[in-house]
């Protein structure tokens, strides 16, 4: 985020929302979604699977509650 605020103005840079795109999984999610600039994540092969995407859903809820 501080990059694209240092090119683009805190007007674009505070406003696009960051993704994670890597392999986010219950045991990871937590400590992803805690990260201060990151908004979300694209989640893969872990939708697939019911208890793995519960996992998931649970450590958003864990991490927005914190907030």
Same mark, same amino acid.
């Given at each position: ?6 090119q683009?103005g805190? !007007?674009?840079? +505070?406003?696009? $929302?960051?993704?994670y795109g +890597? !392999?986010?999984k219950?045991?990871?999610?937590e400590?992803?979604? /805690? $990260?201060?600039d990151?908004d979300?994540?694209?989640?893969? /092969?872990? !939708?697939?699977e +019911?208890? /793995?995407f519960? +996992? ?5 809820? $864990?991490v927005? $509650?914190a907030?």
């Amino acid at each position: 985020r501080e990059t694209l605020i240092e090119q683009h103005g805190e !007007s674009v840079g +505070g406003a696009v $929302q960051i993704l994670y795109g +890597g !392999s986010m999984k219950p045991h990871n999610a937590e400590a992803l979604l /805690s $990260q201060p600039d990151l908004d979300g994540g694209l989640i893969g /092969s872990a !939708s697939l699977e +019911g208890d /793995s995407f519960a +996992g998931i859903v649970e450590a958003g809820e $864990q991490v927005a $509650q914190a907030a």
